[in-house]
């Protein structure tokens, strides 16, 4: 397989995403857990995270933000870790969940013929 883009980190990955790479192997276990679990949402669970993480960081003086954010915090707990850990704008959240495929654990092979082993491979649809 040609053209593949190997990332260790959430800044590689996010480059990798803005430039709209059509393969990106994820080599890095927990970043690999949390592009899972962001894919893996219902569309309704992503977008009450989503939301939830932004109220709750814009209105963090506010107690009416912290109602908002606390109660989309127990419906979507996992998936909020993700979003954060992963710590990508929302269009390239969007990106993963709406652009992206997603294979677990494999081994790829490259251009030149050598294949590595990876923890997540993402193909853009």
Known sequence: MSNVTVVHTKSELERAIERQ?????????SLADDV??????SSGAFALAVGSAGVFATNFWNPLG??????????????????IAIGLSTTL?????NDYSIKG???????GGNSIDADLV????
């Open 66 to 83: 912290w109602g908002s954010g606390i109660i989309g915090t127990l419906s979507t707990g996992s998936l909020i870790t993700a979003i």
């Open 105 to 111: 654990r494999t081994s790829i092979r490259m251009a």
């Open 36 to 41: 899972r679990t962001v894919k893996a949402a």
């Open 93 to 97: 959240l969007f990106a993963i969940y």
């Open 21 to 29: 790479d059509k393969t990106i192997a994820v080599k890095s276990a």
């Open 122 to 125: 993402m193909e853009r649809e």
